[in-house]
T-cell receptor
Framework: IAGITQAPTSQILAAGRRMTLRCTQD?????MYWYRQDLGLGLRLIHY???????GKGEVPDGYSVSRANTDDFPLTLASAVPSQTSVYFC????????????FGQGTRLTVV | GQNIDQPTEMTATEGAIVQINCTYQ??????LFWYQQHAGEAPTFLSY??LDGLEEKGRFSSFLSRSKGYSYLLLKELQMKDSASYLC??????????WGAGTKLIIKP
């Protein structure tokens, strides 16, 4: 199925635990993004990658890390989860050009307790 | 700082027309996007404006005025399935998307 897939769909995580959210796309898009979405706030960019092998920090990168070993995969890791990281996380991808839209995964609902 | 403003919530009647406004202040401008997001789902692309004027796509139209830092999304012939949040986003000088908090649109019969 063409598109962008995230796993898991939802997760309850104990504070202090390490967690990796997975994201895979099969559209051969160069750019990939991780956002978090919290009630009353817009989507906030955590990290991004303009092409395989490169990553950059977004608006709210603290406590998160990413890697981009290949075009298709862009995992997001929480090294030591804290309750403030409770959120819905969206992975997205785009061709990277100025006028091209971003395609989103279905989201991961993460609760840190 | 960078800022995108949209109303938090709007209510409209099935079959009517509604206009959702978006004002922005960003470091540079490389296009404005509108997305639709149903509750519990991912955002999906609706429209893109980079030049001033109106872009029409079926029941949905989007307008841009770069000099005023203003856009609106116009939804005609509203249907119950249009109940969703509508997100305005601007691509800044670094080609990153800056997002508004979204407008929750409630459609009543």
């Amino acid at each position: 199925i063409a598109g962008i897939t995230q796993a898991p769909t939802s997760q309850i995580l104990a504070a202090g635990r390490r967690m990796t959210l997975r994201c895979t796309q099969d559209m051969r898009h160069n750019a990939m993004y991780w956002y978090r979405q919290d009630l009353g706030l817009g989507l906030r960019l955590i990290h991004y990658s303009n092409t395989a092998g490169t990553t950059g920090k977004g608006e709210v990168p603290d406590g998160y890390s990413v890697s981009r070993a290949n075009t298709d995969d862009f995992p997001l890791t929480l090294a030591s989860a804290v309750p403030s990281q409770t959120s819905v996380y969206f992975c997205a991808s785009s061709d990277g050009g100025g006028g091209t839209e971003a395609f989103f995964g279905q989201g991961t609902r993460l609760t840190v307790v | 700082g960078q800022n995108i403003d949209q109303p938090t919530e709007m209510t409209a009647t099935e079959g009517a027309i509604v206009q959702i406004n978006c004002t922005y202040q960003t470091s540079g401008f490389n296009g404005l996007f509108w997305y639709q997001q149903h509750a519990g789902e991912a955002p999906t692309f609706l429209s893109y404006n980079v030049l001033d004027g109106l872009e029409e796509k079926g029941r949905f139209s989007s307008f841009l005025s770069r000099s005023k830092g203003y856009s609106y999304l116009l939804l005609k012939e509203l249907q119950m399935k249009d109940s969703a949040s509508y997100l305005c986003a601007v691509r800044d000088s670094n080609y990153q998307l800056i997002w508004g908090a979204g407008t929750k649109l409630i459609i009543k019969p």
